[in-house]
Every structure is written in C-alpha cells, then in structure tokens.
C-alpha cells in the first residue's frame, strides 16, 4: 500500500479521524507534517498523510478505535528527540502519526505522597520545573531535557546522568495511563509503593517504545531536593582507575553519590575546540577524565568534607593524576558544560558510528580494551570515541571512522563495526541498547543477539497486548511478515 491508497480509501478513514481532533489537531499539508516525520538529526525519515495531535485521553481513544477498526498503523510520537527512529513511520505511508505533544496537564501534585501525575506531552523540563514548585527533585536529566516529553521517556525508560543515585525512567513511575490500541483506556494511575496484587502492567509498557498502547499519562515519584552539591572533575591514566575510583566514591559516599561520568581524552579536546568558552580544568592531557558528583540534605561543610576525603584517598591510592573541585556553582556548570558538550565533540571530531551499550561495570575496562583492539585490527584508522555513564556500566562508544573514507564506505562499514562492537558486548554480558531504546535502528541486532525464549516472551506480549500488529510496527520487534520470511 502506498501513501495515495491510505488518502484515497473509500472508507474515509481519514476524514473521520480529522474530525476526532477537530481544525487545531491535525496536520497534512507535506511541509506542516515533515518535522514529524524526520527523526531529530535527520537520521530517520518516514512517509504518512496524516498527524493527529489529540488533546485528551478520550482522543486517543477515539483515534486508536477508529484506526483499529480500519487496520490503520499508528505511530505514537512524543518529543521527537530519540536517537534510534523509534517515532517515525516506515516508507509505506500507510501509518499515522499520533504525537501526543497537546497533552500538556498536570493533573495532581501529592506533597505528602510525593508524586507528580502528568499528561504525556508535558516537557521533562516542565516536570523538573513541577517538582520544584513544591520543593522537590523529580531526577531524570538529559541533554533534550528542554523539549524531550515524558510519555517519550517513558516508552524508551530514559536514564541520563542521575540513573546511579535516583534510577532510570522505570524506577521513577508509580503508575500509568495506557489506551490500548483498541481504544480501551487503563486508569493505572496508582500512586503506590507497595501494590503485589498480581502482574506490573505499567512495566510492560515502560520502555516498550510505543509497539503496546499509548501511554497517554502517569504518576512518577518525587524525592527531596538537595540542600549541598559537591562536583568534582578527576584526571586518570587508565580506565580501570575510574572503576576503582567508583568503588571508593560509592563507600564513602553512599546514596549521596549523584553522577560518575567517563570521558576520554580525545572527546575532551573535541568539546573545547567545538564549544566557545570551554577549557578544560586540566594543565596537561590526560587519557580519562570523571565527573564526580555527590549531593545531599546535609548544610555546612559536611558533604565538601566527604569529597575531599574522597579526593585525599583517590591520590593516596594512586588512582588519579589531577582533579579539581569546583568552588563555586559556575565552576560546577563549567565541569558539567564538558559533559554536555559530548555530542558537539562527536560532531567536531567527524563522523562516528553510535553504540549505547551497558556491561557489568567491572567489565568495562574490557570491554574498552576488547572493542579497541578489534576494531584497530579491522579497520586501521579508526579513533575511539568514548563517554557515558560509569556507574551504570553504559558507554556511548561511539569510533570516529577515518576522514578519507566515502560516504559510501562509511555507510557500507558502518554494520561491520556495530556487529564488531556488539559481539564484544554479548560476549561479556552485555546490551547493546542501555538507555535509547531498539527503536528501528537496532531491531536486527536485537533479534540477532537475543536467545529465542527471550524473543518468544517478547512476540507472545505483543501478539497479547496488539494482536493486529497495529502499534509502532517494526520497531522492537520487525515485521511479523518479514519474520516469516
Ligand atoms: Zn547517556
């Protein structure tokens, strides 16, 4: 089918879908529809004639009835921020789009139960912002944080830089609003800590990325907020140095350790040349570089003398080569600006080939030095490329591919080194999507890696929850019909 045969059907479908969401709630015209359709970077591109932004549950409802019925493929879409084409529809045009971006309610603030209940389209941001309204942290934080929205992190089970201390998307959710693509509505809003009164639904549909229902609202737990903040940027010869270093951090500190990010030499010298303002802390190069992290309750001087202690004993043990603590709040943004500054770096450095991967954070020196090798053996020139998430074991290894190859060549090879990387992951017990989700981008890799009962498990829900094969096809799992072939 292609796109003309959707907008030429004689059920009319998509009239009275339009009339569902009323002038304001739709877009067709190509130019109003292609933000949609384009993942954010370019990388992904999809057809469709139609996006619906509904603005109330009942919408959806209607929307996903209505599509149902008709066999219509629907594509749910939040921020459009995800890395792995997990919002976008195929080539067919036979999909709509459903970007749940007007559903921008914040239903209930609960002080005393600590929750938060949102509609989907509500920024991260807006929730941060929310939060702190009433004096508390809700913690995810990403780099999209400003437009990425929370039914979007939900559907991926975003983690970010605060995953070690407060825990990914999955952790932070004490319930949620799902239509099924029946249009069913589940009122899963429970904002409970305790709740074993049998299977937890709402985990089937964090990080199921849009392929079992909508997610169209839901209740995440708030935490206090800091009172001290402590941030620290240290200098090591070796990675296996900055496992040690965690080690250490994590028994000193305890619960108050917030953020333990990696970086890699090149990545360092990648942001300051590529960000105005940047300098690194540091007067010499250094192979690794931390962002170490701790906050907490406590005032006064008791959380800086935990990090200075943590600091007299990371170079009593010879484990770091410099480190700077920041002295004021803009030297802790400073610090965090090179952290953040990562995808510029990559950008600066050329183009590189993404992996978001986890190992057992004891692996992680391995991994780096397995990967390394074999990719050095493959193809001669390539450079490492490394940052991410130490105490969650996720690295984004992402290896800059030498200048002089073709575009095509890049695109070529580009398979070859995923498949390079990710045979190291899976032979160390690994992932090789820690926190982006399969979206489209990793489905075959995905399907490659995983043992057939994992994959059994995995159709069995989706034929459960989706029997007509209408949610998000071909993203997490591929095609049923392709599958058969
Ligand atoms: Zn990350």
Same mark, same amino acid.
């Given at each position: 089918m292609t796109?003309?045969?959707?907008?030429?059907?004689?059920?009319?479908?998509l009239?009275?879908?339009?009339?569902v969401?009323?002038?304001?709630?739709?877009l067709?015209?190509?130019?109003?529809t292609?933000?949609?359709?384009?993942?954010?970077?370019?990388t992904?591109q999809?057809?469709?004639?139609l996006v619906?932004?509904?603005?109330?549950?009942?919408?959806?409802?209607?929307?996903a009835?209505?599509?149902?019925?008709?066999?219509?493929?629907?594509v749910?879409?939040?921020?459009?921020?995800?890395?792995?084409?997990?919002?976008?529809?195929d080539?067919?045009?036979?999909?709509?789009?459903?970007?749940?971006?007007?559903?921008?309610?914040?239903?209930?603030?609960?002080?005393?139960?600590?929750?938060?209940t949102?509609?989907?389209?509500?920024?991260?941001?807006?929730v941060?912002?929310?939060?702190?309204?009433?004096d508390?942290?809700?913690?995810?934080?990403?780099?999209s944080e400003?437009?990425c929205?929370?039914?979007?992190n939900?559907?991926?089970?975003?983690?970010g830089?605060?995953?070690?201390r407060?825990?990914?998307?999955?952790?932070?959710?004490?319930?949620?609003?799902?239509?099924?693509?029946?249009?069913?509505?589940?009122?899963?809003?429970?904002g409970?800590?305790?709740d074993?009164?049998?299977?937890?639904?709402?985990?089937?549909f964090?990080?199921?990325?849009?392929t079992?229902?909508?997610?169209?609202?839901?209740?995440?737990r708030?935490?206090?907020?800091? !009172? %001290?903040?402590?941030? @620290?940027? =240290?200098?090591? $010869?070796?990675? *296996?140095?900055? +496992?040690?270093?965690?080690?250490?951090?994590?028994?000193?500190?305890?619960?108050?350790?917030t953020?333990?990010e990696?970086?890699?030499a090149?990545s360092?010298?990648?942001?300051?040349?590529?960000?105005?303002g940047?300098s690194?802390?540091?007067?010499?190069?250094h192979?690794?570089?931390?962002?170490?992290?701790a906050?907490?309750?406590?005032t006064?001087?008791?959380? !800086? %003398?935990?990090?200075? @202690?943590? =600091?007299?004993? $990371?170079?009593? *043990?010879?484990? +770091?080569?410099?480190?700077?603590?920041a002295?004021?709040g803009?030297q802790?943004?400073?610090l965090?600006?090179?952290?953040?500054?990562?995808?510029?770096?990559?950008?600066?450095?050329g183009?590189?080939?993404?992996?978001?991967?986890?190992?057992?954070?004891r692996?992680?020196?391995?991994?780096?030095?397995?990967?390394?090798?074999?990719l050095?053996?493959?193809?001669?020139?390539?450079?490492?490329?490394?940052?991410g998430?130490?105490?969650?074991g996720?690295?984004?290894?992402?290896?800059?591919?030498?200048?002089?190859w073709?575009?095509?060549?890049?695109?070529?090879?580009?398979?070859?080194?995923?498949r390079?990387?990710h045979?190291v992951?899976a032979?160390?017990?690994?992932?090789?999507?820690?926190?982006?989700?399969?979206?489209?981008?990793?489905?075959?890799?995905?399907e490659h890696?995983?043992?057939?009962?994992e994959l059994?498990?995995?159709?069995?829900?989706?034929?459960?929850?989706?029997?007509?094969?209408?949610?998000?096809p071909?993203?997490?799992?591929a095609?049923?019909?392709?599958?058969l072939?």
């Amino acid at each position: 089918m292609t796109a003309a045969s959707l907008m030429t059907r004689a059920d009319g479908i998509l009239d009275r879908l339009k009339a569902v969401v009323g002038p304001a709630g739709f877009l067709e015209a190509a130019d109003d529809t292609a933000p949609f359709r384009t993942s954010f970077g370019g990388t992904f591109q999809g057809e469709t004639p139609l996006v619906l932004r509904p603005a109330s549950t009942a919408e959806v409802s209607a929307i996903a009835g209505l599509c149902s019925a008709a066999r219509v493929p629907m594509v749910p879409q939040g921020g459009n921020t995800g890395l792995a084409g997990g919002a976008q529809p195929d080539a067919s045009g036979t999909a709509v789009i459903v970007s749940l971006d007007r559903m921008r309610q914040v239903r209930a603030v609960d002080g005393a139960n600590d929750t938060l209940t949102v509609e989907a389209g509500v920024t991260l941001a807006e929730v941060q912002a929310a939060a702190e309204r009433i004096d508390r942290l809700f913690p995810l934080s990403l780099a999209s944080e400003g437009s990425c929205r929370i039914g979007g992190n939900l559907a991926t089970n975003a983690g970010g830089t605060q995953v070690l201390r407060y825990g990914n998307m999955r952790a932070l959710t004490l319930g949620l609003e799902v239509v099924l693509p029946g249009g069913r509505i589940w009122n899963g809003l429970r904002g409970l800590r305790k709740d074993n009164a049998g299977y937890d639904l709402k985990h089937v549909f964090i990080g199921s990325e849009g392929t079992l229902g909508f997610i169209t609202a839901a209740t995440l737990r708030l935490f206090p907020r800091p !009172r %001290a903040v402590e941030t @620290a940027m =240290l200098a090591l $010869a070796d990675v *296996a140095d900055a +496992v040690r270093l965690l080690t250490l951090a994590r028994g000193l500190m305890g619960d108050q350790l917030t953020a333990f990010e990696l970086m890699r030499a090149p990545s360092l010298v990648h942001a300051v040349a590529a960000v105005p303002g940047l300098s690194s802390p540091f007067a010499a190069a250094h192979a690794w570089s931390v962002l170490v992290e701790a906050s907490g309750q406590e005032t006064g001087e008791g959380l !800086r %003398a935990t990090m200075e @202690a943590f =600091l007299e004993q $990371a170079f009593g *043990a010879g484990l +770091v080569e410099d480190g700077v603590v920041a002295a004021s709040g803009a030297q802790r943004q400073r610090l965090w600006a090179l952290r953040e500054a990562q995808a510029e770096a990559q950008k600066h450095a050329g183009p590189g080939v993404k992996h978001d991967i986890s190992v057992p954070v004891r692996a992680i020196p391995d991994f780096l030095a397995a990967a390394d090798a074999a990719l050095a053996a493959a193809f001669p020139g390539i450079v490492p490329f490394t940052f991410g998430h130490v105490g969650d074991g996720n690295l984004h290894y992402n290896p800059i591919m030498p200048a002089h190859w073709s575009v095509e060549e890049r695109a070529r090879k580009a398979p070859d080194i995923n498949r390079i990387v990710h045979d190291v992951v899976a032979r160390l017990d690994g992932s090789i999507s820690a926190e982006h989700g399969l979206g489209q981008l990793r489905v075959r890799e995905a399907e490659h890696y995983k043992a057939p009962v994992e994959l059994e498990m995995m159709r069995a829900l989706k034929a459960a929850f989706d029997p007509l094969g209408l949610m998000n096809p071909g993203k997490v799992l591929a095609y049923s019909s392709e599958r058969l072939s």
